[in-house]
């Protein structure tokens, strides 16, 4: 049985200062708040302090166990407002919850684009590109949600001035071209090769069978930046299989209505509950699964670092191979009898029948045998 491995308090305070690193005593100087949780109800309503030097207020979301690989925060801009300009030596990609507007990027060269977002939309925003984000709205705050990989970068430089004030354009990543975030894009196999999608919660989808339940999938690898994401849906009375992998994926929902367990390897599974605007953070390698109990298709946006995928030597995520052979998806053959009792009960709460049985029939075509 896993345990969480807590000490007394004397073996602990011998590592305390090792909690704090660069990151988290900037995110301290900012006047802002670390929620250190795995489970955010509504991203849409998370209280926010005022966030003097962007000109909004904000938050940071971040679970321990991703902190060193990447980050989370809300923003809000301000009704008939804008934030302040800001340049920065990380990568970040970025979901509008809340509201519409138009954000500028520009580089030291002069070249400079403007495009216009609304909520849903999801973009990213170049390395080291000048950036000014505007509320379209003079009624109401426009609200977005960020991840970035800041953490590993200012906890190696341990310099604020460095991070966000280099004067260094990376023309590779932004050249000023005029298309950048125009709202087009290559399909290549799973991946959309694109830098602003205007709405993720309507997004056109590719099958992703080996996920279980049918649904769509499609991963994003924005402004060629080493942050990835993906989106993906599944049907009403169906959920996706177990899995698990490394740290650092923000669970974004973009619609529909359920929950999702999450457990250490040896534990009982721990339920949460979700609707559009929640976010799950999974720990590392810990195994976690959703479920869809409402009237509606489910659809979810994963930010993450490439340090959550854990790869085998053809590059497969092992997130997305059967345990049976090394992998780390649990098939519905193996699930704990407890993931069907309780998705029953969930569903028949909203009077809706399991549609499963057909997708347990498939499974058993292609499984492969115990080792």
């Known amino acids: 049985m896993a345990r969480d491995a807590l000490v007394k308090d004397e073996l602990a305070a011998k590592f305390v200062t090792e909690k704090e690193s660069p990151y988290t005593r900037w995110v301290a100087a900012e006047g802002l708040d670390i929620i250190a949780a795995h489970y955010v109800p509504d991203l849409r309503t998370v209280e926010l302090k005022p966030w003097a030097r962007r000109g909004g207020r904000g938050v940071f979301i971040n679970h321990e166990a991703t902190r060193t690989s990447n980050d989370c925060y809300v923003c809000e801009i301000p009704a ?11 990568e970040e990609m970025i979901l509008v919850l809340d509201g519409q507007g138009s954000t500028k990027v520009w580089n030291d060269a002069g070249a400079e684009v403007t495009f216009e977002w609304q ?8 390395l080291n590109a000048h950036h000014q984000h505007f509320n379209g709205s003079g009624q109401k705050a426009a609200r977005f949600v960020s991840s970035t990989n800041l953490p590993p970068v200012l906890n190696l430089y341990d310099d604020v001035d460095f991070v966000f004030n280099t004067p260094k354009d990376f023309p590779n990543r932004f050249a000023g071209e005029p298309d950048y975030f125009s709202p087009k894009g290559e399909q290549k196999g799973l991946l959309l090769d694109t830098n602003f999608v205007a709405d993720a919660v309507n997004l056109p989808l590719v099958e992703a069978k080996e996920r279980g339940a049918g649904g769509g999938h499609i991963r994003f690898a924005m402004a060629k930046g080493s942050m990835n994401s993906h989106i993906s849906q599944f049907p009403v009375g169906t959920y996706k299989k177990g899995h698990r992998h490394g740290p650092g994926a923000h669970v974004i929902i973009l619609s529909g209505t359920g929950y999702s367990l999450m457990w250490p390897e ?3 599974p721990r339920r949460y509950e979700w609707g559009p605007g929640s976010l799950i953070v999974p720990p590392n390698m810990w195994f976690h699964q959703h479920f869809n109990v409402g009237l509606e298709p489910a659809r979810y946006l994963a930010f993450k670092h490439e340090v959550v995928s854990v790869r085998n030597a053809q590059g497969v995520p ?3 191979i059967s345990q049976r052979i090394g992998g780390d998806q649990i098939d519905y053959a193996d699930e704990s009898p407890y993931v069907r009792e309780t998705f029953r009960e969930a569903l028949a709460k909203y009077g809706i029948e399991p549609q499963m049985d057909k997708v347990y029939t498939a499974e058993l075509e292609t499984l492969p045998p115990k080792p």
């Open 318 to 320: 092992k997130a997305w």
């Open 266 to 268: 040896g534990e009982e």
């Open 80 to 90: 008939g407002g804008m934030l302040a300009p800001q340049r920065q030596l990380f």
């Open 119 to 126: 909520a849903g939309s999801l973009f990213a925003i170049p």
